[in-house]
């Protein structure tokens, strides 16, 4: 299958700063990248949708100038959380689909975010 | 209504049984059924994928769709300790919202040797 790689694994930052997490399909282009977020013992709620080249779609209640992602080229999204605070600790996830990998969704393997 | 309701578990079965993990779904217009598998602290991986009402096998996994019902089940044979993970069913509206998953709350199940 289409591999998705997510950098940094693990972060930990202090309140008030700014995270940037890297999302990448690394053989194959994604037209199209989800971000996810999940809680301890919590499923995954989708955040938002990205399409290379253009805004990201939000989902309800998400906040989209906290949470600013920016996909430029096809093969990497970007999600940076910004003025980070201990609630947005969590697990977030990131997904792509599109080229070769046609519509099925290959997630990366997370990045754990603890705040401060 | 929440749109999907899974099982919570926990399952805790011994190496070899059949494990029957379930889900039941109210919005008419998921289309696409998915099953994916996680691991602790890793991302989710498809496991099985299909859209239409009936069977779907492939090794010992066989993933069972009623869509007359609203219900989907997964069913691994021949559990092994391997498969303790997370699994969590998923689902695609289709049409404008292809691609927008939405997810059961999963059901954490342990394989015992």
């Known amino acids: 299958g289409a591999v998705v790689s997510q950098h940094p694994s693990w972060v930990i930052c202090k309140s008030g700063t700014s995270v940037k997490i890297e999302c990448r399909s690394l053989?194959?282009?994604?037209?199209?990248m989800f971000w996810y977020r999940q809680f301890p013992k919590q499923s995954l709620m989708l955040m938002a949708t990205?399409?290379?080249?253009?805004?990201?779609?939000?989902e309800q209640g998400v906040e989209k100038d906290k949470f600013l992602i920016n996909h430029a080229s096809l093969t990497l999204s970007t999600l940076t959380v910004t003025s980070a605070h201990p609630e947005d600790s969590s697990f977030y996830i990131c997904?792509?689909?599109?080229?070769?990998?046609?519509?099925?969704?290959?997630f990366g393997p997370g990045t754990r975010l603890t705040v401060l | 209504q929440k749109e999907v309701e899974q099982d919570p578990g926990p399952l805790s079965v011994p190496e070899g049984a059949i494990v029957s993990l379930n889900c039941t779904y109210s919005?008419?217009?998921?289309?696409?059924f998915m099953w994916y598998r996680q691991y602790s602290r890793k991302g989710p991986e498809l496991l099985m994928y299909?859209?239409?009402?009936g069977n779907k096998e492939d090794g010992r996994f066989t993933a069972q769709v009623d869509k007359s019902s609203k219900y989907i089940s997964l069913f691994i044979r021949d559990s092994q300790p391997s498969d303790s993970a997370t699994y969590l069913c998923?689902?695609?509206?289709?049409?404008?919202?292809?691609?927008?998953?939405?997810f059961g709350q999963g059901t954490i199940l342990t394989v015992h040797p």
């Open positions: 919005n008419s217009a998921f289309q696409y």
């Open positions: 998923a689902w695609n509206a289709g049409g404008t919202s292809y691609g927008k998953l939405t």
């Open positions: 299909t859209y239409s009402s």
């Open positions: 997904s792509a689909r599109g080229g070769r990998a046609g519509n099925e969704q290959f």
């Open positions: 053989d194959f282009q994604a037209t199209t």
């Open positions: 990205s399409n290379e080249g253009s805004k990201a779609t939000y």
